[in-house]
């Protein structure tokens, strides 16, 4: 008994749910059949209805006929009538600029368009288009405001007033970008609101919502309220808490969930050096990442934005300063989910330096080594730091020079180096501003193998051969040894590789011999030759 109780509960809310989308897309049809969806109030009746809404008064028994209204003196508190908006007094309404950053335009003609600015007025028609980290927030006849993202464009296609503001019906093209939208925030009965795209139309009452246009689909996200999607004769409830995407030409998908907001308590806080890099945190169903890098919590004014396709979202360039990073993972669809927002930092300028020489990890040979950097453009100049141990405790020399070379000055004992470059420059107020000097740079100072002794050397020639025995040559190295010949100015005749303190090579002219014979270690780094001439006659 109690399961079959259950069930019934069940069947209950499936079928109320049903009812209650039928309801709803039975109310974007009509809106969209050119109806004024009225609800009766108190006091109500069709006669006053006609003196107070109608452009002919005498209209009321239109509307008598199409409701089905017995009596026109009563009607029932709360009976929604249809009436046909071309019955119903009507005047055009405006819209106003409420808040511009970044780069907005409005086109005013074919060809010309003029900045877009706050407290602006505009008329059905106007075309407004957004550049790279702007926005545009824009405040309709019904309270209704609309936020219009970077790299968009929005037609304001119809806005009117019916019967001195009872009912207000807006209806906006937006070609391509971003719009998120708070419709009639007042929840006044009747008011119509229509977000039209190349791929779908987004019908609204009072509800939050945001609407994303391409080329070839669109996406809707339904932050609170409902939303009825439409496209190709088919239409899809889309209530809080979820989103749809439109593929132009086709049926909308049925609704799913939104993907939830963004732990962001392990991303990173304090930024020292650029690019900015957020790794973002596992999140089953993310298919994508966009961010955007907003001075301030009610993200107005954008620094820059960023999308991607791992759990990485990268930022190029930012100014030092305090900002928050706004981010929403998008499942395979593009559908995107709700916000998260992240406070952080950065630190970063002047910029360090990028070191040219040595690199890192590199091996030097030279015990004074020529360091190189490339220039930072704010930099006036740079501390240079080089340090024995990475905690910079046990420093070798320091020194600021105003070039983006550096000759060390003191000779280097053999061993590990860690280096350290600052920019210093002036900040506004003239004062000395350091930058952040977080990246050490590690080398190791290896002298070059010594010049062979080769006080003990002994040459021996027989049989068209050349015998050569010397001491041993150091620790973890061999010879690298090679011969000259005096006739015709012969070079490098003969030339021997990692060879022992004995070995032999054939003679090829009688004469003067000069061997050249040096060191040369594991990394095959050989240093100074030592020379040792001969003479080989013919036997």
Not at 465 to 488: C, H, I, K, Q, W
Request: charged share 20%; proline share 5%; hydrophobic share 40%.
């Amino acid at each position: 008994m109690g399961g079959k109780m259950i069930d019934f509960m069940h069947w209950k809310t499936a079928v109320a749910f049903m009812l209650l989308s039928c309801f709803s897309l039975q109310a974007i049809a009509a809106e969209e059949a050119g109806l004024w969806r009225y609800t009766v109030r108190p006091g109500d009746n069709l006669i006053t209805l006609g003196k107070k809404h109608l452009i002919n008064p005498d209209d009321w028994k239109t509307i008598q006929r199409l409701n089905q209204v017995k009596n026109p003196y009563r009607m029932q508190v709360g009976k929604v009538l249809q009436v046909p908006l071309g019955l119903v007094k009507q005047a055009p309404a405006s819209a106003e600029v409420i808040f511009v950053s970044g780069q907005a335009d409005l086109q005013v003609s074919a060809v010309d368009t003029q900045p877009l600015a706050v407290g602006q007025k505009l008329g059905a028609g106007a075309n407004i288009s957004t550049k790279e980290n702007s926005k545009v927030v824009i405040r309709f006849a019904d309270g209704t405001t609309s936020e219009l993202a970077s790299n968009s464009n929005l037609k304001l296609d119809t806005m009117s007033l019916y019967s001195g503001g009872a009912m207000v019906d807006t209806r906006l093209r937006l070609q391509k970008g971003q719009l998120q939208t708070h419709a009639n925030p007042k929840h006044e009965q009747g008011n119509q609101m229509q977000v039209i795209t190349p791929s779908a139309i987004a019908a609204v009452r009072g509800t939050k919502f945001r609407v994303s246009a391409g080329d070839k689909a669109m996406v809707q996200e339904t932050l609170d309220g409902r939303v009825g999607l439409a496209a190709q004769g088919t239409e899809v409830l889309v209530n809080k808490g979820f989103g749809s995407k439109v593929e132009q030409g086709k049926a909308p998908l049925p609704p799913v969930v939104l993907l939830p907001a963004a732990n962001t308590t392990a991303l990173k806080k304090h930024y020292q050096s650029l690019p900015l890099t957020f790794e973002l945190p596992d999140m089953q169903g993310a298919a994508a990442w966009a961010g955007k890098v907003v001075t301030d919590q009610q993200l107005n004014q954008i620094i820059a934005e960023s999308e991607s396709k791992t759990q990485q979202l990268v930022f190029a360039d930012v100014a030092d300063g305090n900002y928050f990073l706004n981010v929403r993972a998008k499942d395979k669809n593009g559908i995107a989910g709700y916000d998260a927002l992240h406070a952080f930092t950065v630190n970063a300028r002047p910029l360090q330096p990028a070191l040219i020489s040595p690199s890192a990890n590199e091996v030097v040979r030279q015990a004074k080594p020529l360091l190189s950097w490339q220039p930072v453009a704010e930099a006036k100049l740079y501390s240079v730091e080089i340090a024995q141990d990475k905690s910079f405790q046990q420093v070798h020399e320091t020194n600021r020079v105003a070039t983006t070379e550096y000759q060390v000055s003191k000779n280097l004992a053999p061993g590990t180096y860690f280096l350290r470059l600052t920019s210093v420059a002036n900040d506004a107020e003239g004062k000395e501003d350091i930058g952040p000097a977080i990246k050490v740079s590690q080398f190791t100072y290896k002298p070059l193998p010594p010049k062979p002794d080769v006080s003990q050397l002994t040459v021996k020639v027989a049989n068209n051969r050349v015998y050569v025995n010397t001491l041993p040559p150091a620790d973890g190295m061999t010879y690298d040894a090679s011969l000259d010949n005096e006739f015709n100015h012969q070079i490098d005749v003969w030339q021997g590789r990692n060879v022992k303190e004995q070995f032999s090579f054939l003679l090829k002219e009688y004469g003067k011999q000069t061997l050249y014979i040096k060191h040369i270690d594991r990394d095959g780094v050989s240093g100074p030759a030592a020379v040792y001439e001969f003479y080989a006659h013919p036997e």
